[in-house]
């Protein structure tokens, strides 16, 4: 007899940046083979390839495009993914940096949040007729080479973030599509910009929205801690 195929249930999550509703059903045993090839390749290239692929994959519908979800919310479903299919509980420990001992504590993935910063906008004005239209980061910057690049400096990692943030320069009725441009010229157009201007999209970078869980603690000599967590690494490692 032909064995059966399994069921499973659909379990509704909100795309944080778009607030609407998709169906995801648990991650499996091929998804937590996905996860543990990316473990043993040990690069952020294939960590990060291996998340985007479990989270499709566990989409129960064909009209989303997971290229179109933004760096957050991929993160935040990821971890809401692992919250349904394996446990809402992770333990992590932590190193007081005042008294030097470790703190174990229980993360609670039903609490974790995406933290949008108060009077937040992706316009981005340099005078009266002119600006920035800004987008959030793209789950497509998970392929992009620096990115991955171990040997990447911050500078760097920051210039393709901007590159990867800026959906178009706008000047009296002219407006300019970043998408429409080479790479190279987009570089050389922000190279051109003057140090202030500058400063103002990597502030932007700065107050993206981002993963949010908060801990509090007292530590051995009395004193109240908090430990903020907004990085998928603050809540695991594969």
Excluded: W
Excluded at 84 to 91: L, P, R, T
């Amino acid at each position: 007899m032909k064995l059966p195929k399994i069921s499973h249930p659909l379990f509704d999550i909100v795309i944080p940046s778009t607030k609407k509703k998709i169906k995801l059903r648990p991650m499996l045993v091929k998804e937590e083979k996905i996860l543990l090839m990316a473990k043993v390749a040990n690069t952020n290239a294939e960590i990060y390839q291996a998340i985007k692929q479990v989270v499709n994959n566990c989409i129960a519908q064909t009209d989303v495009d997971i290229n179109k979800f933004t760096l957050f919310d991929l993160e935040y479903i990821f971890l809401k993914l692992r919250a349904i299919s394996i446990s809402n509980k992770v333990q992590v420990t932590y190193k007081d940096t005042e008294d030097n001992k470790d703190y174990p504590f229980d993360i609670d993935l039903d609490k974790l949040e995406v933290k949008f910063p108060e009077e937040f906008s992706l316009k981005l004005p340099l005078g009266p007729n002119k600006g920035f239209t800004m987008k959030y980061p793209l789950a497509d910057l998970y392929n992009s080479e620096v990115f991955n690049n171990p040997e990447s400096n911050s500078e760097t990692i920051i210039e393709e973030l901007i590159i990867n943030c800026i959906d178009s320069y706008f000047e009296d009725e002219s407006v300019y599509k970043f998408s429409d441009n080479k790479k190279e010229d987009i570089k050389e157009f922000i190279d051109n910009l003057n140090i202030e201007t500058y400063n103002k999209i990597k502030e932007f970078i700065t107050k993206l929205p981002k993963l949010f869980y908060e801990i509090k603690y007292k530590n051995s000599l009395g004193h109240d801690k908090t430990i903020e967590m907004n990085t998928l690494s603050d809540f695991f490692t594969f």
